[in-house]
Nanobody, 130 residues
Framework: QVQPVESGGGLVQPGGSLRLSCAGS????????IGWFRQAPGKEREGVSC????????????YYADSVKGRFTISRDNAKNTVYLQMTSLKPEDTAVYYC???????????????????WGQGTQVTVSS
């Protein structure tokens, strides 16, 4: 069964850092486009970052929402079958449940359209507060 598994959330002070992990359970993350989304209380789910799968040219292309650009970094560790979201300079408005999602269609560029992703993790809570 294909199941992304998130971990790494927690409570952090403003300006702090966290690294979220998305491990592939039942699938190889190298072959999937991976997206990170978040949903804050009372708000719609929004795309945060995503990374492509596919051919050599686009394999490592990554995309970021304007609100996190320069602060968040997405990366793959194929040996660990895991995608990471490194979050720095965290702000209270980053508080949300963060979800990892996987798209199995090869060579389709990742996006922040949640309907593109077939598989979703259970989410991990990130709270930024002093």
């Amino acid at each position: 069964q294909v199941q992304p598994v998130e971990s790494g959330g927690g409570l952090v002070q403003p300006g702090g850092s966290l690294r979220l992990s998305c491990a592939g359970s039942g699938f190889t993350v190298e072959n999937f486009a991976i997206g990170w989304f978040r949903q804050a209380p009372g708000k719609e789910r929004e795309g945060v970052s995503c990374i492509n799968n596919g051919d050599d040219i686009t394999y490592y292309e990554a995309y970021y929402a304007d609100s996190v650009k320069g602060r968040f970094t997405i990366s793959r560790d194929n040996a660990k079958n895991t995608v990471y979201l490194q979050m720095t300079s965290l702000k209270p408005e980053d508080t949300a449940v963060y979800y990892c999602a996987a798209d199995p269609l090869l060579f389709r560029k990742c996006s922040f359209d949640s309907s593109q992703y077939d598989y979703w993790g259970q989410g991990t809570q990130v709270t930024v507060s002093s």
